[in-house]
């Protein structure tokens, strides 16, 4: 009630209350940085609120639509919002309550910490519902959602096979290729899966499901060491195998592959229950594919025909799950870079390479000749701090997604500071 | 800028945020059995602590554990937290600003355990006092028991590591268990433990040897009224991602209760009989039967249950709305607080007059207070002297 008034009371004065949209960041000269959704404070805030009143609780990324709204993913929220035309922020999936995401009405859904949204060509916005472990399909013209893969299980389960009966562990990012075709960044699985145009899923980076390799580095969850009895070996078409129900499974986590096809790569993104968003992946228009392999601290790519390479962050040699990633590097090649813990990637229209560097805080870029920089943030310092100056003195924390928006704008999810934020181009 | 410091300058005026409901300055009174708000503004979310409790934001509160001497903690369930009260303000004492499970490098696996501000929770739903002074957290989302001690603050993994159903016959420490919900202490050092997703109610004794004590290990239904607690089946929510449900508590009898969530009815187990029957509720969720039997009223979506001072069982009644009292020497239903019309009202005003909305529980109070933990109104509410006070 008081909320009303004081908007009343001010409203013959200055036109607009607190809860209208105001972009509060004049200065729109390029390379500012501005929030652009969040109070800076975690919580839900009402739908209806315009994007600066409105809270958000820890988003993790964002996409735009082919309507150019952006989709937003509240992560702790267990919603998808957006803001319209009218400036106005309504929830598109999800009633924020826990549930396995069931088909129906998108809004009636219930979400357990989604991660992403993309778009297939056809215009339907594409859910990775991260801790359903499934991919949904939302037709936004009805607002219905449907399950189009994963059962909802965890595990690594169904390649060769229908992609709706396949077993996803933690989708935590979809995209797609110039041919229409789906690919999952399977997070959990350690593998990026592809579905080809009759349905069917298949691993396309990461061993497939004949892989069994007791001498591969790996790592088993919840504090055991390999060796140990949790760590009992399942095969890796598991799903099927009754005797390892509810067992901890092998997952191929390493860092392999550089140099050699698809098969023989290996990545690192966090599985088990506690896993955070992990291992995000963008698309280039040669179906390039950029993934962000956070547990390795590097950015991989893969080209169309399955080489895997790395195009920014350094570190071992071979697979050390100890080490963990750094800063350095700036205005040198991206290779001999460190990063930590990069959580997502996003392409620029001139072919730049932008970098969610999580853990250090800040937005890197590789230009195309391969040189790195920070394009937000101050790397390595963590705050909330900086709108309407330049991005590269304002302080970020643990940023987990980047984007790049109509207009060439770069927009990040400023995770821990509850906020989206952009840069101007 | 201009709206920043508009902002600015109202909040200093005002004391309130651009998006927050007034807080109510004035301390609650009124007769017993009025209802205030004790800690909340109404708005999910965290805003940090230290703030005044009418001014501390919660999100989706799920239970709040008060002690004799007046200590208290809320169980602040979507802000993955549990938060002190201490001088009239909240202090989170397990739970970090991320979500997880543990500390970074799981120290809390093995004494001396880890800071409880390190120790990053994934939706807590219990804090239960033990003999010792120490507290035991229900680590949901977790699968996990973890014991803290507020004399170090420190906090150590009891129970529990992957999600699973194991470790009948051996010590608790080792087993697995799956979304347990709640615990309940028998009084002889022993506690029940609901064991949400494998829908069973399991014993830890004081020995720290766990048991399977009444339902069907992973298969949920409605089963076994009249005969061995071991056959019967509960309907706690499951999936892979269920939302909470199923609480148990022992009973002055020395009986254990059940909240058979989605059966919608409250069970009871006579463990010497090796008995399981329904005390209140038909199966049929609705709401109906205040003034009559247990087992003719209608629940819906019961949540937690406890005992009174008064002896009575206190029911959140989820979608009912309500609170619920049933009372074992009469059988007799009746609803404590709500007008069942979900909503925010009634605060100075009679609980049964009040709104409340989508109520997890109800905690025993200080001082004769009764706590509501209304979930959805994202506040904990005290109706005033409801069990006689002091």
Request: net charge negative; glycine share 20%.
């Given at each position: 009630m008081r909320k009303q008034l004081l908007t009343l009371a001010l409203g013959g004065v200055l036109a607009t209350g607190c809860t209208d949209t105001v972009d509060d960041c004049a200065d729109r000269t390029s390379g500012t940085i501005c929030t652009f959704m969040g109070t800076?404070?975690?919580?839900?805030?009402?739908?209806?609120?315009?994007?600066?009143?409105?809270?958000?609780?820890?988003?993790?990324?964002?996409?735009?639509g082919p309507d150019e709204q952006p989709y937003i993913l509240d992560w702790n929220n267990h919603r998808v919002r957006t803001v319209d035309p009218d400036g106005s922020v309504r929830t598109v999936i999800g009633t924020g309550e826990l549930g396995d995401a069931p088909d129906g009405v998108a809004t009636e859904t219930r979400l357990n910490h989604p991660t992403h949204v993309s778009f297939a060509p056809d215009g339907a916005l594409i859910l990775s519902a991260w801790h359903n472990s499934k991919v949904a399909r939302v037709d936004l013209t009805n607002g219905s959602i449907k399950t189009i893969c994963g059962t909802g299980g965890r595990s690594y389960f169904g390649d060769g096979g229908p992609a709706h009966d396949a077993v996803l562990d933690l989708p935590v990012a979809t995209v797609f290729d110039s041919q229409g075709r789906m690919i999952i960044a399977d997070q959990g699985n350690q593998r990026l899966r592809r579905v080809d145009h009759e349905g069917n899923i298949d691993t396309i980076f990461g061993p497939d499901k004949t892989w069994l390799d007791a001498s591969q580095a790996w790592v088993c969850p919840d504090g055991a060491s390999p060796g140990d009895m949790a760590c009992k070996v399942c095969k890796a078409a598991e799903a099927s195998d009754a005797a390892c129900e509810g067992q901890p499974r092998m997952r191929p986590v390493g860092f392999a592959g550089d140099g050699a096809s698809a098969p023989e790569a290996r990545m690192f993104t966090y599985f088990s229950q506690a896993a955070a968003p992990a291992g995000r992946i963008a698309i280039g228009p040669d179906d390039t594919i950029y993934l962000a392999d956070t547990g390795n601290h590097r950015i991989r790519k893969m080209t169309k025909d399955g080489?895997?390479?790395?195009?920014?962050?350094?570190?071992?040699?071979?697979?050390?799950?100890?080490?963990?990633?750094?800063?350095?590097?700036?205005?040198?090649?991206?290779?001999?870079?460190?990063?930590?813990?990069?959580?997502?990637?996003?392409?620029?229209?001139?072919?730049?390479?932008?970098?969610?560097?999580?853990?250090?805080?800040?937005?890197?870029?590789?230009?195309?000749?391969?040189?790195?920089?920070?394009?937000?943030?101050?790397?390595?310092?963590?705050?909330?701090?900086?709108?309407?100056?330049?991005a590269t003195a304002a302080l970020l924390d643990r940023p987990h997604g980047v984007e790049i928006g109509p207009g060439g704008a770069l927009y990040i999810a400023d995770t821990q500071n509850h906020r989206i934020r952009i840069v101007h181009p | 800028m201009w709206t920043r410091l508009l902002c600015g300058l109202l909040l200093m005026g005002l004391g309130v945020g651009c998006s927050a409901e007034p807080a109510a300055e004035a301390p609650c009174d009124g007769p017993a059995g009025t209802i205030c708000t004790w800690i909340g503004t109404g708005d999910a979310g965290f805003d940090g602590d230290g703030n005044p409790l009418l001014q501390s934001q919660l999100y989706w509160p799920i239970d709040a554990t008060i002690r004799e001497d007046g200590r208290a903690w809320v169980l602040d369930w979507n802000n993955h937290r549990v938060r002190a009260v201490i001088d009239g303000k909240l202090q989170t004492v397990i739970g970090t600003d991320e979500l997880g499970d543990g500390p970074p490098k799981q120290e809390d696996l093995k004494e001396p355990g880890a800071d409880g501000t390190t120790v990053n929770l994934n939706h807590p739903t219990q804090f239960v006092p033990q003999a010792d002074g120490t507290l035991m957290l229900v680590a949901w989302h977790n699968h996990k028991l973890r014991r803290y001690d507020p004399a170090t603050g420190k906090v150590v993994v009891a129970c529990g590591g992957a999600p699973g159903f194991k470790g009948d016959g051996g010590s608790a420490h080792d087993a697995q268990v799956d979304q347990p919900q709640a615990m309940a202490p028998?009084?002889?050092?022993?506690?029940?433990?609901?064991?949400?997703?494998?829908?069973?109610?399991?014993?830890?004794?004081?020995?720290?040897?766990?048991?399977?004590?009444?339902?069907?290990?992973?298969?949920?239904?409605?089963?076994?009224?009249?005969?061995?607690?071991?056959?019967?089946?509960?309907?706690?929510?499951?999936?892979?991602?269920?939302?909470?449900?199923?609480?148990?508590?022992?009973?002055?009898?020395?009986?254990?209760?059940?909240?058979?969530?989605?059966?919608?009815?409250?069970?009871?187990?006579?463990?010497?009989?090796?008995?399981?029957?329904?005390?209140?509720?038909?199966?049929?969720?609705?709401?109906?039967?205040?003034?009559?039997?247990?087992?003719?009223?209608?629940?819906?979506?019961?949540?937690?249950?406890?005992?009174?001072?008064?002896?009575?069982?206190?029911?959140?009644?989820?979608?009912?709305?309500?609170?619920?009292?049933?009372?074992?020497?009469?059988?007799?239903?009746?609803?404590?607080?709500?007008?069942?019309?979900?909503?925010?009202?009634?605060?100075?005003?009679?609980?049964?007059?009040?709104?409340?909305?989508?109520?997890?529980?109800?905690?025993?109070?200080?001082?004769?207070d009764l706590i509501v933990i209304d979930s959805y109104n994202h506040r904990l509410r005290r109706v005033i002297g409801f069990f006689g006070g002091k």
């Open positions: 800076g404070k975690a919580g839900l805030g009402h739908d209806g609120d315009g994007p600066l009143a409105v809270q958000l609780y820890m988003p993790q990324d964002l996409t735009f080489t895997v390479s790395t195009v920014a962050g350094s570190g071992p040699a071979s697979f050390d799950k100890e080490y963990a990633g750094g800063y350095g590097g700036d205005g040198g090649p991206a290779t001999a870079a460190k990063l930590k813990q990069p959580r997502d990637v996003a392409l620029g229209a001139d072919g730049t390479l932008y970098i969610a560097d999580t853990d250090n805080h800040c937005i890197r870029a590789v230009a195309p000749d391969g040189t790195i920089r920070t394009a937000a943030g101050v790397c390595g310092s963590k705050g909330d701090a900086g709108d309407g100056g330049p | 028998d009084g002889k050092g022993g506690h029940y433990l609901l064991d949400q997703r494998n829908q069973v109610v399991r014993y830890i004794d004081a020995q720290g040897i766990i048991s399977t004590i009444a339902g069907t290990p992973k298969s949920d239904g409605y089963a076994g009224d009249g005969g061995d607690p071991l056959a019967a089946k509960f309907s706690f929510p499951k999936g892979s991602n269920p939302p909470p449900g199923g609480w148990v508590t022992v009973g002055p009898d020395g009986h254990v209760y059940v909240s058979d969530t989605l059966n919608h009815r409250i069970r009871r187990i006579d463990l010497a009989q090796k008995k399981i029957e329904t005390v209140v509720g038909t199966g049929t969720p609705g709401y109906g039967g205040d003034g009559g039997q247990g087992t003719a009223a209608q629940v819906n979506n019961p949540r937690k249950i406890v005992f009174g001072p008064d002896g009575k069982l206190y029911i959140g009644d989820e979608y009912n709305n309500r609170i619920r009292a049933w009372d074992p020497a009469t059988g007799v239903v009746t609803t404590v607080v709500g007008t069942g019309e979900k909503g925010f009202s009634g605060d100075g005003g009679p609980a049964a007059e009040a709104q409340i909305y989508r109520p997890a529980g109800v905690a025993i109070g200080a001082d004769g």
